[in-house]
Nanobody, 120 residues
């Protein structure tokens, strides 16, 4: 099983990024894939999740309106579009997968993360 994140980088506040999570090794359509972020010294935060089967989505209140999660099921890949970036969005963003549902506490597989740094 592999989950590989890409698309992070250094951007100015107000800019945009599109993160990708390329997955392999499990039946993508049976899983939900979530994005998390973590700042050193702080708890990891689940920011968004998509259920591959029906593409239903959830968002943390802190990111609603600026983050959009989507998937390309044919490529077993999940995307996170982040608009109007704020310095507070600076974190390591990781994707993870759970069977069937978006349960942030029951993620089974994890990627290693990609760093998003936002300058003011």
């Amino acid at each position: 099983v592999q989950l590989v994140e890409s698309g992070g980088g250094l951007v100015q506040a107000g800019g945009s990024l599109r993160l990708s999570c390329a997955t392999s090794g499990f039946t993508f359509d049976d899983y939900a894939v979530a994005w998390f972020r973590q700042v050193p010294g702080k708890e990891r935060e689940g920011v968004s999740c998509i259920i591959s089967g029906d593409r239903s989505t959830t968002y943390a209140d802190s990111v609603k309106g600026r983050f959009t999660i989507s998937s390309d099921n044919a490529k077993s890949t999940v995307f996170l579009q982040i608009n109007n970036l704020e310095p507070e969005d600076t974190a390591v963003y990781s994707c993870a997968a759970a069977l069937w549902y978006c349960n942030y506490d029951e993620m089974e597989y994890w990627g290693t993360g990609t760093l998003v740094a936002v300058s003011s």
